[in-house]
């Protein structure tokens, strides 16, 4: 998004931060001639756990493994007709204290020569502190005059694929090669950003896209396969439509635009002494895939009443809303949950959890 780009660039200095240290966020500071609105704020970690109460409710543990944000009644069942995420939890990792959503998505692990592994940290994205944890966007139309309909309760959605082998389907899922310092001004998961993982160490890090639908079907808040009641405009999108493009006959609701953005601190491992003798890059998801293309992630509505849609219709931008209420990340990090299945997800270890050895 070139118009992030900029944004990015305007942060002020010292805003930066790569660290996960626990200061107070410094303001995201956009040029509002030239940035269109939209939400974008820091979401700390909640849990690294193998659960996933979308795709395997109720099974503990799940086939792979998650970092997961949001609210804390995150657990391995949250029935949408019984659980309440509101209601239910207590505090919230992200900015915004009406968000009591759930995000989550797949772990990223380094491979050593041996064939032990280590989980690759997280840190906060550029403008933004916490404890690891993700960047999540919510992108209304640019044009002011288009609505956007925030989510109802209950809704959840899909995007990726934990189980291919293949470059996917969905537009924008990616994964971009972070520069030392500041940001690329390419779009989004164009040239480049690549499904697969980077080829060559990455001096900033590596961060992972995922974008989902803008396209609702005006009934369902959620399908089995958590994908059919939402989808992609026909034509256009949030980067190059001011009304977000044109949403298909079947999806003619309009929602906002959700990404999730992740930066793995790959940098430790930029020694390419510790890569494959083959050369090949050493990264893995926590599905076992050395290539890349399953990285997915997946969204549980919790917003608190209207406030969702408040901010949309506000055109809020940034991670300072006047129609929303803020904590301080002194805050946000001390909502954290224990682990449920007892994994190893900080030390060395001969498998990623769940997952056999690679050959």
Same mark, same amino acid.
């Given at each position: 998004?070139?118009?992030?780009?900029?944004?990015? &660039?305007?942060?002020?200095? %010292? %805003?930066?931060?790569?660290?996960?240290s626990v200061?107070? !966020?410094?303001?995201?500071?956009p040029?509002?001639?030239?940035?269109?609105?939209?939400?974008?704020?820091?979401?700390?970690?909640?849990?690294?756990?193998?659960?996933?109460?979308?795709?395997? !409710?109720?099974?503990?543990?799940?086939?792979?493994?998650?970092?997961?944000?949001?609210?804390?009644?995150?657990?391995?069942?949250?029935?949408?007709?019984?659980?309440?995420?509101?209601?239910?939890?207590?505090?919230?990792?992200?900015?915004?204290?009406?968000?009591?959503?759930?995000?989550?998505?797949?772990? #990223?692990?380094?491979r050593?020569?041996?064939?032990?592994?280590?989980?690759?940290? $997280?840190?906060?994205?550029?403008?933004?502190? %916490?404890? %690891?944890?993700?960047?999540?966007?919510?992108?209304?139309?640019?044009?002011?005059?288009?609505?956007?309909?925030?989510?109802?309760?209950?809704?959840?959605?899909?995007?990726?694929?934990?189980?291919?082998?293949?470059?996917?389907?969905?537009?924008?899922?990616?994964?971009?090669? #972070?520069?030392?310092?500041?940001?690329?001004?390419?779009?989004?998961?164009?040239?480049?950003?690549?499904?697969?993982?980077?080829?060559?160490?990455?001096?900033g890090?590596?961060?992972?896209?995922? +974008?989902?639908?803008?396209?609702?079907?005006?009934?369902?808040t959620?399908?089995p396969?958590?994908?059919?009641?939402?989808?992609?405009?026909?034509?256009?999108?949030?980067?190059? &439509? !001011?009304?977000?493009?044109?949403?298909p006959?079947?999806?003619?609701?309009?929602?906002?635009?959700?990404m999730?953005?992740?930066?793995?601190?790959? +940098?430790?491992?930029?020694?390419?002494?510790?890569?494959?003798?083959?050369?090949s890059?050493p990264?893995?998801?926590?599905?076992?895939?050395?290539?890349?293309?399953? $990285?997915?992630?997946?969204?549980?509505?919790?917003?608190?009443? @209207?406030?969702?849609? *408040?901010?949309?219709?506000? *055109?809020?931008?940034?991670?300072?809303?006047?129609?929303?209420?803020?904590?301080?990340?002194?805050?946000?990090?001390?909502? +954290?949950?224990?682990?449920?299945?007892? @994994?190893?997800?900080?030390?060395?270890?001969?498998?990623?959890?769940?997952?056999?050895?690679?050959?």
């Amino acid at each position: 998004m070139q118009w992030k780009a900029l944004a990015i &660039a305007l942060l002020i200095e %010292g %805003g930066a931060s790569q660290g996960t240290s626990v200061v107070s !966020p410094t303001p995201w500071v956009p040029v509002p001639s030239a940035i269109p609105p939209m939400l974008r704020f820091q979401c700390s970690q909640l849990v690294i756990e193998r659960l996933d109460p979308l795709v395997s !409710p109720g099974s503990v543990p799940s086939p792979h493994l998650h970092q997961i944000v949001g609210g804390n009644s995150f657990n391995a069942t949250m029935n949408p007709a019984t659980h309440d995420l509101v209601k239910a939890s207590t505090c919230t990792t992200c900015t915004f204290t009406e968000d009591f959503s759930n995000y989550w998505t797949a772990v #990223m692990y380094f491979r050593a020569r041996n064939g032990t592994y280590k989980r690759v940290p $997280q840190r906060p994205n550029l403008g933004l502190t %916490g404890n %690891g944890g993700v960047t999540v966007y919510y992108i209304p139309p640019h044009d002011r005059n288009v609505n956007v309909t925030a989510f109802k309760p209950g809704f959840r959605m899909l995007v990726g694929d934990a189980a291919s082998n293949k470059p996917g389907q969905d537009p924008k899922v990616c994964h971009r090669c #972070m520069p030392k310092e500041g940001e690329n001004s390419n779009l989004n998961c164009a040239a480049p950003d690549t499904q697969s993982f980077p080829k060559e160490p990455c001096a900033g890090g590596i961060r992972s896209v995922l +974008t989902f639908p803008t396209c609702w079907d005006g009934v369902n808040t959620d399908t089995p396969d958590h994908k059919s009641h939402v989808a992609y405009p026909t034509s256009g999108n949030t980067d190059s &439509a !001011p009304d977000a493009g044109t949403c298909p006959d079947t999806h003619p609701v309009k929602i906002p635009q959700v990404m999730l953005e992740t930066i793995w601190d790959t +940098t430790q491992f930029n020694d390419k002494e510790l890569w494959p003798e083959d050369g090949s890059q050493p990264f893995a998801w926590s599905t076992n895939d050395k290539h890349g293309y399953t $990285q997915h992630g997946d969204y549980v509505f919790g917003w608190k009443d @209207d406030s969702l849609q *408040r901010a949309m219709d506000a *055109r809020c931008t940034g991670d300072v809303c006047s129609v929303l209420s803020s904590q301080k990340v002194e805050d946000s990090v001390k909502c +954290t949950l224990d682990q449920t299945v007892n @994994d190893d997800v900080d030390g060395w270890v001969a498998a990623i959890p769940g997952q056999m050895p690679m050959a």
